[in-house]
């Protein structure tokens, strides 16, 4: 029978005929072939045995409907496949199931350390004392609410120059306003 292991559609025929032996070697065979499949797609070794089993079963069940003019491999590949895309859609809903809601998440954290009690009214008085140009960006994005890409079209700038503009103004209050 070792020379025939590589005649899966042979040992499949004989298998349909009732040689229970051969059946056993048949399954044994395809496993040796199905399991780096899986270990390359699956992380765990017991992920892998049991997902083998699934697919060993439903080979079962399916063997009536293998033509015995095809090849073996590509039918029970195939079937591979379907078991192992049921598995990970399963697995990936029951992780969906237990996430976590972020905005849930995000009631219950202190507010981050990056958020100030610092608004454009606060400090209007510091940033119109910057340069004309400094002075006219911040007002815009952060008093009336624009984009860079907005300021720029409006001052004739890139939005490049801009953000140097804006990142130099944050820079002098920021100095301003630390002493």
Do not use: C
Request: proline letters at 3%; hydrophobic letters at 40%; glycine letters at 2%.
């Amino acid at each position: 029978m070792a020379d025939q292991i590589d005649n899966f559609e042979a040992l499949m025929r004989q298998s349909l005929s009732g040689d229970q032996k051969t059946y056993t070697h048949l399954l044994r065979e395809t496993s040796r072939f199905l399991r780096p499949f899986l270990a390359q797609r699956l992380n765990f070794t017991g992920e892998v045995d049991d997902l083998l089993q699934e697919i060993l079963i439903s080979i079962h069940k399916a063997r009536h409907t293998y033509d015995g003019n095809r090849p073996y491999k590509p039918w029970a590949f195939a079937i591979a496949r379907f078991r192992l895309s049921d598995h990970l859609r399963s697995h990936y809903a029951d992780h969906l199931r237990e996430a976590i809601d972020f905005d849930e998440l995000e009631e219950s954290l202190p507010k981050p350390v990056t958020e100030t009690a610092v608004s454009y009214e606060s400090i209007k008085e510091e940033v119109e004392k910057l340069p004309v140009k400094q002075a006219s960006i911040l007002r815009l994005m952060h008093h009336e609410g624009f984009t860079s890409k907005e300021v720029a079209d409006k001052m004739g700038m890139t939005v490049t120059a801009v953000k140097v503009a804006a990142h130099r103004a944050y820079k002098i209050l920021r100095s301003k306003l630390e002493t």
